[in-house]
């Protein structure tokens, strides 16, 4: 997970909406934070807590919320650019 400030302490909840709006979430720990090679970022390694299940469909809801946006914004940045100037 990269994030502006390094997560301190031992425990955090991921939550997130799947495409479909269901509320996804997964109880881990912080297993490693360190500073990327991006300025201003740090890179934090989570290790998840609960059943194989829950964390299959978390990593899978993240993923594709992810995916979903990046296109959405791919998008946004293609319509702005095609739109002619009044």
Do not use: W
């Amino acid at each position: 997970m990269e994030t502006e400030k390094p997560l301190n302490g031992s425990c955090i909840m991921l939550i997130t909406l799947d495409l479909n709006g269901k509320k996804v979430k997964v109880k881990g720990r912080v297993a490693n934070t360190r500073k990327s090679d991006t300025p201003g970022c740090h890179l934090t390694g989570i290790e998840f807590k609960g059943s194989e299940e829950q964390h299959t469909k978390a990593v899978v809801a993240f993923v594709k919320v992810y995916h979903n946006r990046r296109q959405r914004d791919q998008n946004k940045s293609l319509y702005s650019v095609r739109q002619p100037v009044s």
